[in-house]
Every structure is written in C-alpha cells, then in structure tokens.
C-alpha cells in the first residue's frame, strides 16, 4: 500500500464515514479501511474489474468497494450486464460459478478458496441423477446455492426472491417436481403452496448452517420484551421459525420490508451482514440482534481482494468445463425467464 499517500487515506476515511462506516470501527481502523479500499478502487479501474458484492459481506466490503450490491439473483443478473473484464466476486464459490457461467468470456475470481457453504457441498450431481432416476418425469428445480454440476443436473433454478413463483408455475404444469437442496427452504416453499412436502414435493436433506439454528423460543422472548417488534426470518429457516415470524422472505424482500413499513423495531433472523447494513441504512430505524454468522462469508477480507486484484493465483479463477457450463446456463437462464415473465 506504499503507493497510497496520508492525505488520500485522510480524504477516503471521510469518503468512508460519510457512507456510515464509522459507526463499527474501532480506533485506528478506519485509517487501515481507507488505505485497502482506496488501493482497491484504483486497482479496479486500472484493470477494468468489478466487485460483486453480497449482502452477507462486511459493510467495508459493501459500502467501500462493491459496484453491484444485492442478493444472489440481484448479482447474477447484474453480472450479466457489466462492461468490465474481470469480475472479483465477494460472496461465496457457487455465486462466483454462477457468473463465470453467465460469462465465459470475463475473468472471475473468489478472494478466498475457504468461502464455500454447506448447503452448496450438501448435494452432488449424482446425488441429483439419483433422485431423477427414483422420480422419472418430475421436473427439478434447484435454489442457486448449489454447483455448476447440480445445476447442470437441473431444469431451472431458483433463489429466494423468486422461488415461490417459479415453482407455482413449474408445479401448475408438471406435478412432480424435486427441490433441492434445502429441505427447510423446500418445506415452507411447499407449505405456501398448500403441499404437501415430502409427497407432493419431493425435498433433499441439504440445509445452512447459519439458519437451521435459530430457536423460536428466543422470538417469542423478544417479542415479549420489545411490543411491536417485527421479525422477518429468511426462507432457509426450519419451518418452527417461520411458523413464529411476521415475514418470510430473501434478503432483497426483507430489505424492502424494512424500508416501506414503520414497526417500532425489527429483528432480523439471517446473516449477521444483512443487520449490519441494515442499520447503515436505515439509521432512524430500531434493529434487535439475532443473527449467526456465516463463516463462508466472512473468509473474505480486504486483504484476499486486494491481493486478488494484484497478483491473482490460479486457484481463485473461477472456471467451469464448457459442457457442464452450458447445461447449468439453461437452468439458470431458465429462471430469468420465468422470473420476468
Ligand atoms: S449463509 Fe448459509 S446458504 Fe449462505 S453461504 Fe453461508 S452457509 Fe451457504
């Protein structure tokens, strides 16, 4: 960072608290913030790069370097419209897949080889051929969180923004119809959908490891501590949670929730990132604690960014061989279809 001087460090740290960064640093490290982001920024457009960058991210990563912003579906599609070459994407391996997928022709890179997440390693493509095989003729819809090769297995994908309309519509015309991985994502999806899961829709046993430990006996505590709360808990909940809370939705959905109602104060059952943007924000809005931290996530840094901008190791490159790339783009852009249309 020797190529960064102490006024642009002092001009980038005001940049920074002005977005609301300030509130969650410590002494001294908004000046080690400035110095990355700063560094990063100028990388970006000597290279022509972008950073995607998830909800789930810290807000330094968010507010101080993220070009596209938003949930799974948000950074597919955004990654579809992007004029750079090198895609830097700070979330997790599948979303990273997913754009190299959308994109054969960028460079897309994963800051840190640890961010994978277990719902993606719950299933395998031959776990999928083997539930098509049990099932024949039933259709499998699959959520994003899931790999080039399952997805490759699959005839559309879905995330939580749009899970519900797409497997109305995909039910309605074939009413069988396999959903993986997310056996808590799947139960409620099917519970909207007055199925039966299990039966008329059949699930996989994938699940989060942020989400399928929140307690619904912890809700009703704080709802008793704090009238007038709202809850909204994310779709990969078990259904005992969704069953206790006010809203259940992606976090795209739970943002504009926050933003267009006025409770005297939310709790948010997700990703501990999501709360602290959130906060950024919506400063004028109350937020209570309940959140898990994705350790998938949080292995990226401005640090691994950084380095990936400067000197990229071959591991990072995000690549997908082109058969499997070109089955998994069918689903995938299968589910643009039906979520526009
Ligand atoms: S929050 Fe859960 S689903 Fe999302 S990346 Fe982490 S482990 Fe995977």
């Given at each position: 960072m020797s190529c960064i001087n102490e006024s642009e460090i002092k001009e980038e740290s005001k940049r920074l608290m002005a977005l609301g960064?300030?509130?969650?640093?410590?002494?001294?490290r908004l000046d080690q913030i400035a110095a990355l982001t700063e560094e990063i920024n100028r990388l970006k457009k000597e290279k022509n790069a972008v950073i995607c960058a998830h909800v789930y991210q810290t807000p330094e990563i968010i507010l101080g370097i993220g070009d596209f912003v938003g949930d799974s579906y948000k950074l597919a599609d955004d990654s579809r419209h992007t004029?750079?070459?090198?895609i830097v994407f700070c979330g997790v391996r599948f979303m990273a897949e997913t754009a190299a997928v959308l994109n054969p022709a960028k460079k897309v890179y994963i800051?840190?080889?640890?961010?994978?997440?277990s719902l993606s390693e719950s299933v395998t493509a031959e776990d999928v051929r083997g539930l098509k095989a049990a099932h024949p003729g039933a259709s499998v819809v699959t959520y994003i969180n899931t790999s080039a090769e399952v997805k490759a297995e699959s005839d559309c994908i879905v995330t939580s923004a749009n899970a519900e309309k797409i497997l109305r519509r995909i039910y309605e015309k074939n009413k069988k119809v396999i959903f993986i991985p997310d056996r808590f994502m799947g139960a409620n999806l099917a519970k909207v959908l007055g199925k039966t899961p299990g039966e008329d829709i059949i699930l996989w046993n994938g699940s989060c490891v942020v989400h399928e430990h929140f307690d619904a006996r912890t809700i009703a505590l704080y709802r008793k501590n704090y009238p007038g709360v709202a809850v909204l808990a994310h779709a990969e909940c078990p259904s005992d949670i969704i069953n206790a809370v006010d809203y259940m939705g992606g976090t795209g959905d739970m943002m504009r929730y926050v933003e267009n109602t006025n409770a005297a104060a939310y709790l948010l059952v997700t990703e501990c990132g999501f709360g602290e943007l959130a906060r950024i924000k919506f400063p004028d809005k109350n937020f209570i604690a309940m959140c898990r931290l994705c350790p998938y996530m949080k292995a990226v840094t401005l640090e691994n960014i950084l380095q990936t901008l400067k000197k990229p190791s071959k591991e990072q490159l995000v690549t997908v061989p082109p058969e499997i790339a070109a089955r998994a783009k069918k689903a995938i852009e299968k589910m643009f279809e039906l979520a526009e249309g």
């Open positions: 960064l300030h509130h969650r640093c410590v002494e001294g004029a750079a070459d090198i800051p840190s080889l640890d961010a994978g997440c």
